[in-house]
C-alpha cells in the first residue's frame, strides 16, 4: 500500500504563488507516474498535472501550462507542485494521485489541500 498526504494550501491573493507538497510513503518502489488533480467546488475532479518517475517527463494541463510546475528533483518521496501567477479560477481542493507500473488507473490518493484564490 502506498499512503499520500498533501499540505501547503491555504488562501493567497491573485497573483500570489504557493507550493504545495506530497508526501508519499509504504511501498513507493512501484509507482510510475505521480500526477495532480483539483476539485472547484461545484465541479468534478480534474486533472492539472503529472510526472514519470523513470524521466522526469512533465505534462500539464493547458489552463495551467506555464503557471505551474512539478520540480523535477525528490519525485521518489516528496512530489511538489509550484503555482505561480494564481487566479479565483484556481480555487480548488487540490489532490495528489499516483499509479503503479503497468496501471491505467490512479490508485492511490491524498485527502487533498484547500487552495483559495481571493480578487
Known amino acids: 500500500q502506498v499512503q499520500l498526504v498533501e499540505s501547503g494550501g491555504g488562501l493567497v491573493q491573485v497573483g500570489g504563488s504557493l507550493r504545495l507538497s506530497c508526501a508519499a510513503s509504504?511501498?513507493?518502489?512501484?509507482?510510475?507516474?505521480r500526477a495532480w488533480f483539483r476539485q472547484a467546488p461545484d465541479k468534478e475532479r480534474a486533472f492539472v498535472a503529472r510526472?514519470?518517475?523513470?524521466?522526469?517527463?512533465?505534462y500539464y494541463n493547458d489552463s495551467v501550462k506555464g503557471r505551474f510546475t512539478i520540480p523535477r528533483d525528490n519525485v521518489k518521496n516528496t512530489m511538489y507542485l509550484q503555482m505561480n501567477s494564481l487566479n479565483p479560477e484556481d480555487t480548488a481542493v487540490y489532490y495528489c494521485?499516483?499509479?503503479?507500473?503497468?496501471?491505467?488507473?490512479?490508485?492511490?490518493w491524498g485527502p487533498g489541500t484547500q487552495v483559495t484564490v481571493s480578487s
Open positions: 509504504g511501498r513507493t518502489n512501484r509507482l510510475a507516474t
Open positions: 510526472i514519470i518517475r523513470s524521466d522526469g517527463n512533465t
Open positions: 494521485a499516483a499509479r503503479e507500473i503497468f496501471k491505467d488507473n490512479y490508485d492511490y
